[in-house]
């Protein structure tokens, strides 16, 4: 299983943007479901956005709504979250993985695999 490859990732003050890329390779990208997810030490990963690469549905999370948008690139096998108006909240690192049984169903992390190295999103307040 060949893993995502994360970055975009840095350190930003609070009200900042980012943009997060994320690689597949292509049998694992297209007609899937692709999910950022966020992980702060001591605490679960938890999902953040998704997309379904086979027709563009997109999913999120209540805390990212309004803020966050993820988008796919098919020339690329890749997909992107653009964070924008950003909290010190959202502090945390950010992985990128696929889901198992293809469709999106749900943002939980245990249903993902194919997890990359991740990368640090750091907002000052």
């Known amino acids: 299983q060949e893993p995502a490859v994360e970055s975009g990732g840095g350190s930003v003050q609070a009200g900042g943007s980012l943009r997060l890329s994320c690689e597949l390779p292509?049998?694992?990208?297209?007609?899937?479901?692709v999910g950022w997810f966020r992980q702060v030490p001591g605490k679960e990963r938890e999902g953040v956005a998704a997309i379904y690469t086979g027709g563009g549905k997109t999913y999120y999370a209540d805390s990212v709504k309004g803020r966050f948008t993820i988008a796919q690139d098919n020339d690329k096998n890749s997909v992107y979250l653009q964070m924008n108006s950003l909290k010190h909240e959202d502090t945390a690192m950010y992985y990128c993985g696929a889901e198992r049984r293809g469709a999106c169903y749900a943002l939980e992390p245990v249903d993902f695999g194919y997890w990359g190295q991740g990368t640090q999103v750091t907002v000052s307040s």
């Open positions: 292509e049998y694992t990208y297209r007609g899937n479901c």
